[in-house]
């Protein structure tokens, strides 16, 4: 009885907040004007539009967002860690195959991961998606020669130190303007001629940042949740 | 079919996920839920204000059409990372409750902390007689 009360009330919970959206929105037609769009790209010098908004105009919300994605990864880190770490976990029993593909397929996503985040403002990618790309492929590379190899090597590469500092180059970039007389977040390097890959190098700069700090992140949950995933 | 657009498919998906998130009883369904609303606001989001005969909004544009507009899109950018980020941490005090618990439906749980209250209170109470015994027999 309780259950079928639970499921009407469900039901028609979702349908009156649908009928709210539905009925509720109105939505203005038409597209952007194509000079506002193209003063845009001129401004920052990217010809993707997505890219100019969000590390151009809007490069404020893209700011929290990295700090939300900080905090999510140091929260993460913060419960797990106090866990005890599996002591020596059980390789996953790969077969053959997978393994050796995956050892042919990483460099391939590794590398296509850097070219979205360095193409980021002339194409779709940007540097979310690279680093998310690539973080993938980073998976890949625990799956074929295991996740105690690929940390030692990292480790020693100075990620850990590199996952605190980037978002602080990050905020410097945003922030440096004022050193020249210009207003704070906006374009810290010139920008150039648009459609060109080195047309704006502001972009550019904060895409493979925001690339490195996606990856790192997305490193360290992964590497947190295989170690740190405790006995039931 | 004019009716079949991803407004309407983001509105299904959005019923579809409120009503698991509040009829199913494991945290982990719960959780893909919450997933499927988040993706069904993305969807409504990019399909505001996109048609299928416009251009993606990358300049320039060689055949003329109209662009969508890329507002939207990179609104949209933040709502995914804050999806994973939201995702990841909820999995941590899911993976806390079913190392404490062993459990993931949430009924059970609730009644085991329920029951963990009452020997608590209980303990308490009879700590606090105890004590007043105690002060009772000093004086």
Same mark, same amino acid.
């Given at each position: 009885?309780?259950?079928?009360?639970?499921?009407? =009330?469900?039901?028609?919970?979702?349908?009156?907040?649908?009928?709210?959206? #539905?009925?509720?929105?109105? #939505?203005?037609?038409? $597209?952007?004007?194509?000079?506002?769009?193209?003063?845009?790209?001129?401004?920052?010098?990217?010809?993707?539009?997505?890219?100019?908004?969000?590390?151009?105009?809007?490069?404020?919300?893209? !700011? +929290?967002?990295?700090?939300? +994605?900080?905090?999510?990864?140091?929260?993460?880190?913060?419960?797990?860690?106090?866990?005890?770490?599996?002591?020596? $976990?059980?390789?996953?029993?790969?077969?053959?195959?997978?393994?050796?593909?995956?050892?042919? !397929?990483?460099?391939?996503?590794?590398?296509?991961?850097?070219?979205?985040?360095?193409?980021?403002?002339?194409?779709?990618?940007?540097?979310?998606?690279?680093?998310?790309?690539?973080?993938?492929?980073? !998976?890949? %590379?625990?799956?074929?020669?295991?996740?105690?190899?690929?940390? %030692?090597?990292?480790?020693?590469?100075?990620?850990?130190?590199?996952?605190?500092?980037?978002?602080?180059?990050?905020?410097?970039?945003?922030?440096?303007? =004022?050193?020249?007389?210009?207003?704070?977040?906006?374009?810290?390097?010139?920008?150039?001629?648009?459609?060109?890959?080195?047309?704006? !190098? @502001? #972009?550019?700069?904060?895409?493979?940042?925001?690339?490195?700090?996606?990856?790192?992140? @997305?490193?360290?949950?992964?590497?947190?949740?295989?170690?740190?995933?405790?006995?039931? | 079919?004019?009716?079949?657009?991803?407004?309407?498919? *983001?509105?299904?998906?959005?019923?579809?996920?409120?009503?698991?998130?509040?009829?199913?009883?494991?945290?982990?369904?719960?959780?893909?839920?919450?997933?499927?609303?988040?993706?069904?606001?993305?969807?409504?989001?990019?399909?505001?204000?996109?048609?299928?005969?416009?251009?993606?909004?990358?300049?320039?544009?060689?055949?003329?059409?109209?662009?969508?507009?890329?507002?939207?899109?990179?609104?949209?950018?933040? *709502?995914?990372?804050?999806?994973?980020?939201?995702?990841?941490?909820?999995?941590?005090?899911?993976?806390?409750?079913?190392?404490?618990?062993?459990?993931?439906?949430?009924?059970?749980?609730?009644?085991?902390?329920?029951?963990?209250?009452?020997?608590?209170?209980?303990?308490?109470?009879?700590?606090?007689?105890?004590?007043?015994?105690?002060?009772?027999?000093?004086?």
């Amino acid at each position: 009885m309780k259950r079928i009360v639970r499921t009407v =009330l469900a039901v028609t919970l979702s349908l009156v907040v649908c009928g709210i959206v #539905i009925f509720d929105l109105t #939505i203005p037609e038409g $597209p952007p004007r194509p000079d506002d769009s193209e003063l845009l790209a001129a401004k920052t010098g990217a010809p993707n539009l997505v890219s100019a908004i969000y590390l151009g105009a809007r490069l404020y919300d893209t !700011l +929290f967002e990295i700090l939300v +994605f900080t905090v999510a990864v140091i929260g993460v880190r913060f419960y797990l860690l106090q866990r005890p770490s599996t002591a020596r $976990p059980d390789p996953i029993p790969e077969s053959h195959v997978l393994q050796v593909s995956a050892q042919i !397929l990483y460099p391939l996503i590794l590398i296509l991961g850097l070219y979205l985040t360095c193409f980021g403002h002339l194409s779709p990618g940007g540097g979310f998606s690279g680093g998310v790309v690539a973080a993938s492929g980073l !998976l890949l %590379c625990v799956m074929s020669i295991g996740v105690d190899t690929v940390y %030692c090597r990292l480790s020693g590469a100075g990620i850990e130190q590199l996952e605190w500092a980037l978002p602080m180059m990050i905020v410097a970039v945003c922030v440096l303007p =004022l050193a020249f007389g210009r207003p704070i977040l906006s374009n810290l390097l010139p920008a150039g001629q648009a459609g060109h890959v080195f047309g704006s !190098l @502001s #972009i550019l700069l904060l895409n493979v940042l925001i690339g490195l700090k996606v990856l790192i992140g @997305s490193w360290m949950v992964l590497h947190t949740f295989i170690r740190h995933r405790g006995e039931i | 079919m004019g009716w079949l657009s991803g407004m309407t498919i *983001a509105m299904i998906l959005f019923a579809i996920g409120t009503t698991a998130l509040i009829v199913r009883k494991d945290l982990v369904v719960k959780l893909l839920a919450l997933g499927l609303v988040n993706s069904s606001g993305i969807l409504f989001l990019i399909s505001i204000r996109f048609r299928p005969q416009m251009e993606a909004p990358i300049l320039p544009v060689k055949t003329g059409l109209p662009i969508a507009d890329p507002l939207p899109q990179a609104l949209v950018l933040s *709502a995914i990372v804050i999806n994973f980020a939201i995702l990841a941490l909820s999995l941590v005090f899911v993976m806390l409750l079913v190392e404490r618990y062993h459990s993931t439906d949430c009924g059970r749980i609730e009644h085991a902390v329920e029951t963990e209250k009452a020997t608590l209170g209980s303990q308490n109470l009879a700590d606090d007689t105890l004590e007043s015994e105690v002060q009772a027999a000093d004086r």
